[in-house]
């Protein structure tokens, strides 16, 4: 009886307990996360972007899909999601190679890679994704598979800047040194929890990276808003990148939800989310966040889509901004179609911010202050 009413109270603690750190009901996750394999994940485990002609799958979306696999204790779906992944984008060669970027229909009527350039963001999530489901899910094969591609990646997209430290390429090609030495970044492919956590189990560069993020984020941000793509060069540091200078948008808007998503113990967080004060203050006198934003003057311009708002739902919650979130959470409740899909019509991208918000809200999972995910697999 001792031992039963032991496991009763622990029930009744871990039930109260996320309750407590649950912003948003913990069952819109799991509605959303069946409605989008039904309509956008294959039975080979393909994650497809039906938006476009080409049926296009991104290794982004596979390993976003890796990830809300994980969180929800779903092993058949992850290691499916993995095969293909490996096949199909990698040449089965996960770990000694970085995956293509873009596989879809190409303009012969063939399928495969369109474009063998990496992306890595999708990396980085993969890379932190199968460490975690190796330690979680107590799978060596996926801590090695972790490692080998987290060290492909140290080796071919991170770069060590003079003065600033290791930072993430956004490809293998095509990011830098030009002819001036000058690189280009995307501050939403470092989220600062997944470098913690990759840091923890790996070191460097990992850490180093984690420690110069904050740095980049007040440089780049002058008026509280981050840019899409940011430009360094050894002569003038860290300004506008030249592929769409100034313009915080469709990428940045990330941004915000991984400093949302950030422990406020974890090093580096409150100077990450307190550089990014522009978006709150904006909601302030608007009730949608813009579509587009010139960081360099502050001028925003259009209503950005439901998943705008769905990924600022964590940074509104952590800056205890409650009027502002629940103004939000207001505008993608009534965006909500029957089977959990939000917006009309449901684009990928939406369902995967809106995925990653409500998961981590709904208290399905966490970061730790090392970066260790924290899942809830009741």
């Given at each position: ?21 649950s ?25 497809i ?55 879809g ?5 063939t ?35 972790g ?6 990646i ?149 209503d ?15 800056l ?15 965006s ?18 809106a ?24």
């Amino acid at each position: 009886m001792l031992r039963g009413s032991g496991i009763g109270l622990l029930l009744i603690l871990l039930s109260a307990c996320s309750q407590v750190h649950s912003a948003v009901d913990p069952d819109l996750f799991g509605r959303l996360w069946t409605a989008y394999a039904k309509s956008f994940i294959d039975a080979q485990g393909r994650v497809i972007d039906r938006a476009y002609e080409d049926q296009r799958t991104t290794s982004e979306a596979q390993a976003y899909a890796l990830f809300f696999a994980l969180v929800s204790n779903q092993p058949t779906v992850f290691a499916k999601l993995l095969q293909w992944t490996r096949e199909n984008l990698a040449a089965d060669e996960l770990g000694a190679r970085l995956p293509a970027w873009l596989w879809g229909k190409r303009a012969d009527g063939t399928w495969g890679v369109i474009d063998p350039n990496s992306a890595s963001d999708a990396d980085l999530w993969m890379a932190y994704t199968l460490l975690q489901a190796g330690r979680l899910w107590h799978d060596e094969r996926y801590t090695k598979l972790g490692r080998g591609l987290a060290a492909a990646i140290a080796l071919k997209e991170v770069v060590n800047l003079p003065g600033v430290g290791p930072l993430l390429l956004p490809g293998r090609k095509g990011f830098g040194p030009d002819g001036s030495g000058c690189y280009t970044f995307d501050p939403s492919y470092m989220p600062l929890p997944v470098l913690q956590g990759m840091g923890h189990v790996l070191g460097a560069p990992w850490t180093d990276m984690a420690h110069a993020l904050p740095t980049l984020l007040q440089s780049v941000s002058p008026h509280g808003f981050t840019p899409n793509w940011v430009g360094w060069c050894p002569s003038k540091g860290f300004g506008p990148a030249e592929r769409s200078p100034d313009r915080g948008s469709y990428d940045a808007i990330r941004v915000y939800l991984w400093a949302g998503m950030t422990p406020d113990d974890m090093p580096g967080a409150q100077q990450s989310i307190g550089a990014l004060w522009g978006m709150a203050n904006y909601l302030h006198t608007h009730a949608v966040p813009p579509v587009s934003v010139n960081t360099a003057t502050g001028d925003a311009v259009g209503d950005g889509p439901v998943g705008f708002s769905a990924a600022l739902l964590p940074y509104l919650r952590s800056l205890g901004t409650t009027s502002l979130f629940k103004q939000q959470l207001e505008i993608i409740e009534r965006s909500r179609q029957a089977d959990g899909l939000y917006g009309r019509p449901a684009h990928y991208y939406d369902q995967n911010l809106a995925l990653f918000a409500l998961g981590y809200l709904g208290g399905i999972y966490r970061f730790d202050s090392k970066g260790n995910l924290e899942v809830n697999w009741r």
